[in-house]
């Protein structure tokens, strides 16, 4: 284990919230900092530092080819005032999984969590405590060597930063319109859809792009062969609800395995729903929404924590819901999560992690 160095007095400036919240756009006094050599013996100098602007060399290979992966979590203000992560091991072990896809080097999951958990502290003034704020985290990691030669790095930069958010929908918890794309794929199997991996966002901006301007929030996307099932939405996992069943994609290389999906898949389980991780293809939905039998649809994930679906288009056809009301289960499910999270509801299944 590394020892985390610190060149920052821990407190250095007020913190002043801004009055509204604008979902990462706001950003606190400090980051973690550490670089990785390979001719060094790896990762060196893992640093709390204020925040400040970087300097990398214009041939850096994360400008030119990619190397790029993140992650996001939430630190909470409990109702007891404690300050707690959710699953954050889930998040070194999928960091870990992108850097792997990425050919990109490994952290130590004790320092990835521990370098979280002393940021936060240093910066917990900034964790904002009316109901649905929290503080998101984000972990990221770039190739710095300066070279055009395609290969992996030979260096790279881990950063740790804080960003205090309001909740993600400032309507409040309402439902999403949301339009399935045919014209454009996320990810193909054996691809980088796995990964938590910059380049699977960047190659998703034009479908986000043509969707809002036909006034929907989000993209559902289609598997890239036969574009017949469903996979996921932007940065949210789906959950399909029949009549008797509750029923999301299942993990078979194309889908980013969320952290939030498996809590509910756990939940659901626990509460006695039939849950299934399966095939589910849109012409499915389609049929059981015309035979009555489709419940509601929703996205689960950490910024918004799950999303109830008011609409979801799909060439000339359109499934309807409520578009002020969110479904019974996604209500259900966001109360138990954030209850969780919050810790007014009993953490049973030791999901919390505290910093202090
Ligand atoms: C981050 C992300 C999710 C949700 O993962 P959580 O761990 O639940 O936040 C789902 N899909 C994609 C593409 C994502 O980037």
Same mark, same amino acid.
């Given at each position: ?136 985290? +984000?972990?990221?990691? #770039? ?5 055009? !030669?395609?290969?992996? %790095? =030979?260096?790279?930069?881990? *950063? ?100 939030? +999906?498996?809590?509910? #898949? ?5 509460? !006695?729903?039939?849950? %299934? =991780?399966?095939?589910?293809? *849109? ?33 000339d056809e359109l499934i309807k819901f409520s578009d002020t009301e969110a479904g019974e289960l996604s209500t259900k499910l966001y109360d138990e999560l954030t209850g969780i999270q919050y810790g007014k509801i009993e953490d049973r299944y ?7």
């Open positions: 284990m590394i020892d985390i160095h610190y060149e920052t007095a821990e407190k250095e400036s007020k913190v002043v919230l801004p009055e509204k919240l604008v979902f990462g756009r706001t950003f606190t006094d400090h980051i973690f900092e550490m670089d990785y050599d390979s001719a060094l013996g790896g990762w060196h100098n893992p640093t709390i530092k204020k925040i400040h602007n970087l300097s990398l060399h214009p041939a850096s290979m994360v400008f030119h080819y990619g190397q790029a992966i993140f992650e996001g979590l939430k630190a909470y203000k409990q109702v007891g005032g404690r300050i707690a992560l959710f699953r954050p091991e889930k998040n070194a072990e999928r960091f870990n999984n992108s850097a792997a896809r990425m050919s990109m080097p490994q952290i130590d999951s004790n320092l990835f969590l521990k370098a979280i958990k002393e940021l936060v502290r240093i910066d917990k003034d900034w964790i904002p405590t009316k109901p649905g704020y929290s503080l998101y985290i +984000r972990p990221f990691m #770039i190739a710095t060597e300066p070279c055009f !030669g395609v290969r992996p %790095s =030979e260096n790279y930069k881990f *950063i740790i930063m804080l960003s205090p958010v309001g909740p993600y929908y400032p309507e409040g918890f309402k439902p999403v319109p949301i339009m399935v794309t045919d014209k454009y794929v996320r990810a193909v199997r054996k691809g980088t859809g796995e990964a938590k991996a910059a380049g699977n966002y960047a190659a998703g901006l034009a479908a986000q792009v043509e969707a809002k301007a036909e006034g929907y929030t989000q993209v559902l996307w289609l598997d890239a062969i036969e574009q017949k099932f469903i996979e996921e939405v932007g940065a949210m996992n789906i959950f399909v609800r029949f009549k008797d069943e509750v029923a999301t994609p299942a993990l078979a290389g194309s889908i980013l395995p969320g952290v939030t +999906r498996a809590s509910v #898949i756990q939940l659901l389980k626990d509460w !006695g729903y039939n849950v %299934s =991780e399966r095939a589910i293809s *849109i012409n499915e939905i389609l049929d059981s929404y015309k035979k009555g039998t489709l419940v509601e649809i929703f996205g689960t994930g950490t910024a918004a924590v799950i999303s109830s679906v008011s609409r979801l288009k799909y060439k030791n999901w919390i992690t505290y910093v202090d």
